[in-house]
């Protein structure tokens, strides 16, 4: 959750502090095995917002190591009690020749490496704070991925089965790419690609048909309004996943969906608002719901488009040092704003939903969300794993600690099961904020 050039940058002087370490102590290991494991201790028990307890890390490792040898076919794994120092080498040296132990006698059919990311996996879960994990190679791409969107070569639209008839409906239609390029629309209605029916389908099925080589073209049937029209020739291009769908609304509210808060949601959010404004929006609806959160950073420059000015979150750290992080004089004309949320509503969305409701500068609607107050670091590791850590928890700027309480919505409004987010007329909370803002407008007379 820090911003991304802050994390390599500490994981970079621990991997240099590591290297003051003995290398001798674990032949059983590679050099990179070493330097993870100590680059993991020391991250763990510099990082980690609560103190760390040196035996409780050794402890956390062992017994990982036991019961992952013992799902694996070894009824009783020889991994013997380590005793905690004061001195955090000899724990480091003792935590490596454990490992190394365990390598020698058993890493033949297990692998050193996945010994290794055992320990971690322990040394990180002993502290019993869920958010504090180690990420394979495999989960650190995704999870960059899912934050900072991947590139694939399509039609660029967002698309949900439609229930009435099962086949397929477009959600959005990303700006500037084929399918907007080729006349698709949202609420558009897909009955067949490259004449499949698409009828009983699910999205993935859909989505591969939509997907191909980049430069080949696919034949889009559609029906709007109930109207079927001539098959649309669209090219696939690459398109990059973008974080956020926006449109405006009857009225002139202007619609803005964030599903997650990456590298370049603000940019992303910054041209939506710009089109939005030069469309006449005359209010604002910033859809949050399902957003489990993202970077710092993203959610300070995502707040400071509706706040003007005065702070936007405190991030306090292990031993009380808090820093107060304020609006970036960014913001847009204000208007009348909603913000939806609801349970799934998570971290950096909670951070810019409780900046706006702690400002005064907008309204929440839906249910109350999810309820993390805590900050993570992510620090990649020398073979493309990485540490995730709990490293600070945040205040609103009301001084309000949302972790594992939420915020509570101003105008609270149920979500239905079969809410089609986005649609006026099939979501419930959207309705409600519309009709917040439109008495809003009234009262301003616009």
Do not use: C, W
């Given at each position: ?51 760390v307890d040196p035996q409780t890390l050794l402890d956390g490792a062992r017994l990982e190591l036991i019961a992952y040898l013992q799902k694996n076919g070894v009824p009783k794994p020889n991994v013997p ?68 969107g991947g590139n694939f070569s399509g039609v660029g639209v967002s698309i949900a089965i439609d229930d009435p008839t099962k086949m397929l409906r477009v959600n959005d239609v990303i700006t500037g790419g ?123 420059e995502v707040s400071s488009k509706f706040i003007p000015s005065g702070p936007i979150v405190s991030v306090e750290s292990r031993g009380g040092s808090n820093t107060q992080y304020d609006a970036e004089d ?117």
């Amino acid at each position: 959750m820090k911003k991304r050039i802050l994390t390599a940058l500490a994981a970079t002087l621990f991997l240099s502090a590591a290297t003051n370490f003995p290398t001798s102590a674990a032949p059983g290991l590679s050099s990179i095995e070493r330097d993870e494991l100590q680059m993991s201790y020391a991250l763990v028990t510099a990082e980690f917002y609560k103190k760390v307890d040196p035996q409780t890390l050794l402890d956390g490792a062992r017994l990982e190591l036991i019961a992952y040898l013992q799902k694996n076919g070894v009824p009783k794994p020889n991994v013997p009690t380590l005793k905690a120092t004061e001195d955090t080498t000899l724990n480091v040296r003792a935590l490596e020749r454990e490992v190394s132990n365990v390598v020698t006698l058993y890493g033949t059919k297990l692998g050193a490496r996945e010994l290794t990311y055992q320990a971690i996996a322990g040394m990180l879960s002993s502290v019993k704070d869920k958010y504090t994990t180690f990420l394979t190679p495999k989960e650190f791409a995704q999870l960059n991925e899912g934050l900072d969107g991947g590139n694939f070569s399509g039609v660029g639209v967002s698309i949900a089965i439609d229930d009435p008839t099962k086949m397929l409906r477009v959600n959005d239609v990303i700006t500037g790419g084929p399918a907007e390029k080729a006349g698709l629309q949202p609420g558009d209605l897909i009955t067949a690609i490259d004449g499949k029916s698409t009828k009983g389908l699910t999205t993935d099925d859909d989505a591969k048909l939509l997907r191909g080589k980049e430069g080949t073209v696919v034949r889009i049937t559609v029906e709007r309004s109930g109207a079927a029209l001539a098959p649309i020739a669209v090219t696939r291009a690459v398109i990059h996943q973008p974080s956020v769908y926006a449109k405006m609304l009857d009225g002139g509210i202007g619609y803005a969906r964030l599903t997650v808060f990456g590298s370049t949601t603000a940019a992303e959010l910054s041209q939506a608002l710009d089109r939005l404004e030069a469309q006449h929006a005359k209010a604002y609806v910033l859809d949050l719901r399902d957003n489990g959160g993202g970077y710092l950073n993203a959610a300070i420059e995502v707040s400071s488009k509706f706040i003007p000015s005065g702070p936007i979150v405190s991030v306090e750290s292990r031993g009380g040092s808090n820093t107060q992080y304020d609006a970036e004089d960014t913001a847009i004309p204000p208007r009348p704003l909603a913000v939806l949320v609801n349970g799934f509503t998570a971290s950096a969305s909670e951070i810019t939903s409780g900046a706006i409701q702690d400002n005064g500068v907008g309204e929440l609607v839906g249910e109350k969300t999810y309820g993390k107050g805590v900050v993570q670091s992510i620090h990649p590791l020398p073979d493309g794993s990485a540490v995730k850590i709990t490293s600070a928890r945040y205040l609103t700027p009301r001084g309000r600690d949302i972790n594992q309480v939420g915020i509570t919505p101003d105008i609270i409004t149920a979500e239905p099961k079969n809410a089609r987010f986005g649609e006026p007329a099939n979501d419930p909370q959207l309705q409600s904020a519309i009709t917040y803002l439109q008495g809003r407008l009234a009262k301003l007379g616009t």
